[in-house]
């Protein structure tokens, strides 16, 4: 079964609406403590710079044979055109990003060393773009759905501006019409704003702000009764609950399963959730059932823990394990 599923991925046109961001790394190691505060010194010896963000989520999608187009919004600043660049370089179509003026591009620096992160560096705005912002990247979404079969959209929300309920309410609009499917990794700002979508996949943390709820996890009942309650707030098709260590609670309208997490040597887990709404949104594009595509996730994001930084699935190592 998963042979055939993982060929029929090299078929398939994905859209991701979701903010963009460069993720660049500085290497290097740490033998002494500052004279000047009680800080590690880093001696670099690599700087790099990957695409991240939803542009990860786009990496993860070639990595699984489909076909990414992405539609973002990027500053008109040098980290926009060098992540353009890194877009060109990685041959993902980006044809349908817009630039802003006076917005800053979103760059994650990571520093590390001896193989951990011991220091992260966010420079970003997240101010919310205005309603003629988002007709700009409406019009390049309305002109993809026009030039393309697109079988899943993905929304992918860090709330760094991009999405907002005016934009998420026009491209359900648009995706309802053409029955694409669409899956959604929100985050808190918009978390109740998504309706009537195929599959919602927050993780724990998520929902618990977007709920604005606490209760324990390891409890089946009250986990149960929490996405029950999610479900009738935004009425999705199927709800994907990603639970770190417990593993995923995928339920739909008849169903509901808890996978529990395989045993791995997490080395980082950045990047982990981008992987698992990558592998569930090719599979759904690819007309798998929830679970399916919960347990591939599932197993995908447990692989790339095993890394250091952010990196795209491997798809010849996840379909042997899925075959394992």
């Not at 197993?299 to 394990?321: H, R, Y």
Request: net charge neutral; with cysteine.
């Amino acid at each position: 079964m998963y042979p055939e599923l993982f060929n029929s991925f090299n078929n398939l046109n994905i859209l991701i609406i979701g903010d963009v961001m460069m993720d660049a790394y500085l290497w290097g190691k740490v033998d002494r403590i500052s004279p000047e505060a009680p800080v590690p010194i880093v001696s670099v010896n690599k700087k790099e710079s990957r695409l991240g963000g939803a542009a990860n989520v786009a990496l993860n999608i070639k990595a699984l044979g489909a076909k990414p187009i992405i539609c973002s919004i990027i500053g008109d600043d040098k980290e926009g055109e060098e992540l353009l660049e890194l877009f060109v370089e990685s041959g993902i179509d980006a044809n349908s990003l817009v630039k802003i003026i006076g917005r800053k591009t979103t760059v994650k620096t990571r520093v590390i060393a001896q193989n951990q992160q011991i220091l992260r560096i966010d420079a970003e705005t997240d101010i919310e773009i205005n309603i003629s912002e988002s007709n700009l990247v409406l019009n390049k979404f309305k002109l993809v759905l026009e030039q393309h079969k697109i079988d899943a959209i993905i929304f992918q929300d860090y709330d760094k501006g991009l999405i907002t309920p005016y934009l998420i309410d026009e491209v359900i609009k648009s995706a309802k019409a053409k029955n694409i499917p669409i899956i959604v990794d929100p985050k808190k700002r918009n978390f109740l704003s998504y309706h009537h979508v195929d599959v919602f996949k927050p993780n724990l943390k998520e929902l618990k702000e977007g709920l604005k709820v606490d209760f324990d996890a390891k409890n089946l009942a009250e986990l149960k009764k929490t996405v029950a309650s999610l479900q009738d707030k935004i009425n999705a098709k199927s709800i994907l609950l990603t639970l770190s260590e417990l593993g995923v609670y995928a339920v739909n309208q008849n169903e509901e399963r808890l996978t529990p997490a395989h045993i791995r040597t997490i080395a980082d887990v950045s990047g982990a959730g981008d992987t698992v709404i990558s592998v569930v949104a090719t599979c759904i594009a690819a007309g798998t059932d929830i679970f399916v595509a919960a347990k591939l996730g599932n197993l995908a994001g447990g692989l790339v823990c095993e890394k250091v930084g952010v990196v795209p699935i491997d798809k010849s190592l996840l379909l042997q394990e899925a075959i394992k």
